[in-house]
Structures are given as structure tokens and as C-alpha cells.
């Protein structure tokens, strides 16, 4: 079974800096993805931006860029520039797709972004 | 932009009455999912639904629950007989196919068992 462990539980960034996000996973498997959520107070899931495992270059989404390393089974999330409504819990999460292609998600870390 | 609904928005129930809740996937997806959010919790898979059966459920998923596809539309999650702990947010997903694996989410149904 996969799992995925998110071990900040809660940050907080001035409006316009740069915040980490981290996130490790644990799978035996090679061909996989890796997605990180937003859910802002209104609850909703958000897709932000999606890793696939063979792809060695790491995904960006304009402000948002991930760290990558399969080796290490790490995948960090950097929101660079962040703005008040980057304020959200973010979930990572992984997909293994021959398991129907159904989401694992860590424990999530909730981002507060400071005027 | 095509989007996953999902009502009602709020349902509050007694414990041990039966609920349904409604989701409309976007229409061309073929992968459906349920998942629940307990209060303050991580987001945990209860089903998977592909080519109008259950392809994967998890140990949460008992026979309490159910899931049906009725009409090539909707796609709905029953709990038979409610419990305290069933409060959650649930929230329904749709996927387009194997070769797009982005999760659509619908903005979830807050169910309070009370």
C-alpha cells in the first residue's frame, strides 16, 4: 500500500516571499503520479500542479514549481510570490495507475499567507 | 468549463436514517470516485466505479454504503443507516480516461449526522 506523509502540519509566509511545502511518499511501484491539492476555506479540491513519475524534469505552474526526487521519494511544492489567497490547506497526493487510477492523500499542511 | 456538481451542499440527518447523495460527473469521464473528509482529517478514498460496477473500495466503504450509477448521469452514494461518525464531507470525482489522470472534484456535500 502507498502512503504519504506530509510532516509540516502548518505554515505561515509574508505576502510576496517563497514557501516550501514538503512531502514524502512510500511506493514499490515505478509508474506513478504525484499531484498537489488546494482546498481553500470553501472546501473544494483544487488541482495545482502534477508530476509524472518518468518524467525526470520537475512540473511549474507559473508561481507554483515542484522539487522531484524520485530516488528519495520526495516531492516538494515551492509557491513562489505568494498572494492572500494562496491561503489553503494543500494536500499531495499520489496515483498509482494501475489501482484505478484513485488518489492517496497525505496529511495535508495548512499555508497562511501574512499581509 | 465543464464541472463536477454535487448536492445537496449540506445534508443534516439522524443518526440511523438513510441518506443519498448526488453527484453529476462531467459527462464524457469514465473513472468515478467518492472520497470523505472527516472534519480536520486527510482526504480517504471510499470507491472507485468504472464500466457501471465497483472497481476497487476501500475497508471504510462497508455494506453500509453503496454506490449506483442510475441513468448514465448521475452517481450516487447511499449510507443506509447513518452513525455519528459518518459526519464528514464527502467529496464525489471524476477522471476522463487511463490517459488523463487530472481528478475533477465536485465542491463536496458536508454531511452532519446528528
Known amino acids: 500500500a502507498q502512503t504519504v506523509t506530509q510532516s509540516q502540519p502548518e505554515m505561515s509566509v509574508q505576502e510576496a516571499e517563497t514557501v516550501t511545502l514538503s512531502c514524502t511518499y512510500d511506493t514499490s511501484e515505478s509508474n506513478y503520479y504525484l499531484f498537489w491539492y488546494k482546498q481553500p476555506p470553501s472546501r473544494q479540491m483544487i488541482l495545482v500542479i502534477r508530476q509524472e513519475a518518468y518524467k525526470q524534469q520537475n512540473a511549474t505552474e507559473n508561481r507554483f514549481s515542484v522539487n522531484f526526487q524520485k530516488a528519495a521519494k520526495s516531492f516538494s511544492l515551492k509557491i513562489s510570490d505568494s498572494q492572500l489567497g494562496d491561503t489553503a490547506m494543500y494536500f499531495c497526493a499520489f496515483m498509482f495507475k494501475a489501482a484505478g487510477n484513485k488518489l492517496t492523500f497525505g496529511g495535508g499542511t495548512r499555508v497562511l499567507v501574512k499581509p | 468549463e465543464p464541472e463536477v456538481t454535487q448536492t445537496p451542499s449540506h445534508q443534516v440527518t439522524q443518526m440511523g436514517q438513510e441518506v443519498i447523495l448526488r453527484c453529476v460527473p462531467i459527462?464524457?469521464?469514465?473513472?468515478f470516485y467518492w472520497y470523505r473528509q472527516i472534519l480536520g482529517q486527510k482526504v480517504e478514498f471510499l470507491v472507485s466505479?468504472?464500466?457501471?460496477?465497483?472497481?476497487?473500495k476501500s475497508e471504510i466503504f462497508d455494506d453500509q454504503f453503496s454506490v449506483e450509477r442510475p441513468d448514465g448521469s448521475n452517481f450516487t452514494l447511499k449510507i443506509r443507516s447513518t452513525k455519528l461518525e459518518d459526519s464528514a464531507m464527502y467529496f464525489c470525482?471524476?477522471?476522463?480516461?487511463?490517459?488523463?489522470?487530472?481528478?475533477?472534484f465536485g465542491q463536496g456535500t458536508r454531511l452532519t449526522v446528528v
Open positions: 459527462s464524457n469521464h469514465l473513472y
Open positions: 470525482a471524476s477522471i476522463p480516461g487511463t490517459a488523463n489522470t487530472e481528478a475533477f
Open positions: 466505479f468504472y464500466n457501471n460496477e465497483i472497481s476497487e
